[in-house]
């Protein structure tokens, strides 16, 4: 106690450095020597757990009373001098004592004399210094009165709240004698807590972070793959792999099931934000609709401070993932992990060949291909799906890139592991934040676990998780930290702003077809067509989707017939934005979701003249023999004022949200990410999915979101070549 106290006192006096220097210098020598005449009263004798939790206290208050970047050091300094300390000549009482090397105290761990304990889990200080060099890891909530105090006097009176329990050092056997193993007296007393190490650990095993994974192992790299919902065999869940299922898995736990806070544009409705929870993500649950968007978009990414981000500079990883049915060409990919398939001869709808048809007839083209990247979107096309051709299957990212066949031996897959925050440090050459891992609990235990990165901490967990981890570790805007008391660690404006989504309406209509089975087609959703507002300019701002009305909308049970069909018209190029926000400091709380939808009235007008577009396919001859009644919005809702009112009592999700950590140079305040994907202000930080988006894609995001993995992991490769050189 009097050592902390010195310590502290010692710190606010003259310049930072001189009294960092004399309080570190103090703290030492003075908790040393009490460790040493505790060590020489209690040789031969267990030591009392309260003793121990004391003492553990006093040495860890060294390295937090003199600041996060000392607290390496002066742990080593403590427990060499102080609890591994070797007599070079004299008595107990006077001989000369000196700082054992890190080899002579591997030696006394191994004798069971210089444990530390974190948080449930026990291992050598030796283990400890290489994985946190100077981190500051979380610290001592329960280390003693004392400990307490002096902590919040530095720090203020809720950074206790946002760390783990107590860490202590010390001998923990029950008799002086017992030298079992280290992690065996964790697991049977301390509840099972665990730290692992890997080169790399990777935050969410969605669409991106699979990919990502399998890239960065495939090289050799050890890999830690963190997922919050569940590992599963997916040839059992026909939710899963059955497309004509679609929608199924959406009141199972393979979805979050987050909604958005009240839209006061759409009459004030909760509308809902599906994202894949599971190993694979939202692969799990999407519409397996390939789909790239047009190159202008890219082109808009790279002139907006994402250099290297343009469309022909993105083609090639578009590319690389692909095993496209039509074959290697200019534009597409053959070989890669991700089968992309044109819809089998046979298995099209005659209401799908109706529709493009009926666009033709209404002035569209025909377009063989919107997914070039070099050629125009306009107009209407069959789509290509992930979907195999061969048995029907859907092509998850868990699938393509984690199964047995293609899993690199270096990767470790731990579902049910909810992130609670990044572990950051002070650089100790520059002073700048690094990450050096994360802090993660099982989500059925509620045991808290730790992961060290050696090498970088990539965060993978969509557009959603992505900024919520990033807020529950203190990095984001600096007001809405202290409105749900994280203490800030990286003020940056702009994580979980730019939320972006595609809202649509679905126009129905009743069909004359009869005993069509959907069950029987390769692809819910078979046909697409691009058209334009009047206003428009660039590439296409609407977007519509050809599927079927069936007598079981949502969960698909028997008998699926098919009584009609549904034309979707998205808005694309969408101009409201929104955010993610913490509702509190608590991981395993859903966020705040508010994607101010048709906040602006350019979106609501797009998606009015999207209906009058469908409206005018439906009219053509093509849809003679299939057309039936207008379901919705009806035939009585016929002026611009009643469809608008229709649409805000209706919109929907596009099941596309991006752009809440975008990519852009630090110039621009609301960024979060640069060009090379790593996070602003943190060292050894990066975020590779959807959320970095900087504008989103005129269509669906998937292809999108394997690129940027693609071209992410080709960085972090690139980087981790030039350290090693």
Known sequence: ETAMKRGASLLREGPFLQGRRRAWETTRNEAAGVLRALRRRLRGQPIPSRQLHRIGGAVLVIGTAIGFGGLGNSLAAAATRGGCAEKVDGDDAKGEERALTMDEVARHN???????????????????????????????????????????????????????RPYRIGRLASDASDTSDASDASQ??????????SDYVVIGAGSAGCLVANRLAGQGHSVLLLEAGEAFEEDLNAKVHDPMKYGAAFATTLNWGYATVEQPHCNDRHIRCTRGRGVGGTSLVNGMLFNRGAREIYNLWALNGAHGWSADEMLKYFKRYEDNSRGESDVHGSGGHVRISDIPHGKLSPIATAFHRASVQSGFPANADQNSLTGPQFGVQIYQCYIRDDNGHRVTASRAFLSPNVRPSALTIRANSVVGNIMLASCPSCGAKQATGVAYFDSKTKTRHYAIANKEVIVSAGVIGSPQILLLSGIGPRKHLEEVKVPLQVDLEGVGSNLVDHPRVACKWASKLRGLNPMT?????????????????????????????????????????????????????????????????????????DPAYLSDERDLNCIVEGIKVCRKVVEQAAFDGIRGEELSPGSEIQTDKELRDWVRANVDTGYHPVGTCKIGNELDPMSVVGPELKVHRVNKLRVVDASVMPVIPNGNTQAATFAIAEKGAEMILAASSRDTK
């Open 110 to 164: 191994a004798e069971g004399d210089c444990w530390i304990v974190i948080d449930g889990d026990v291992y050598d200080v030796t283990e400890w210094l290489h994985l946190h060099p100077g981190t500051k890891a979380p610290i001592l909530e329960h280390a003693g009165r004392d400990a307490t105090e002096i902590f919040k006097h530095l720090h203020g009176p809720d950074i206790l709240s946002h760390y783990g």
């Open 521 to 593: 087609l390769f692809s819910h959703v078979e046909a697409n067509l691009y058209a334009a507002s009047p206003w428009n300019e660039g590439p296409p701002d609407i977007q519509i989707q050809q599927d079927h009305v069936r007598t079981n909308e949502d969960l698909l049970l028997d008998p699926p017939v098919s009584t009609g069909f549904n034309l979707k018209p998205h808005c694309v190029r969408p101009f409201s934005s929104g955010t993610v926000r913490l509702r509190n400091n608590d991981p395993f709380e859903k966020p705040l979701i």
């Open 188 to 197: 049977s007393a301390l509840g099972g807590a665990s730290v692992t190490t």
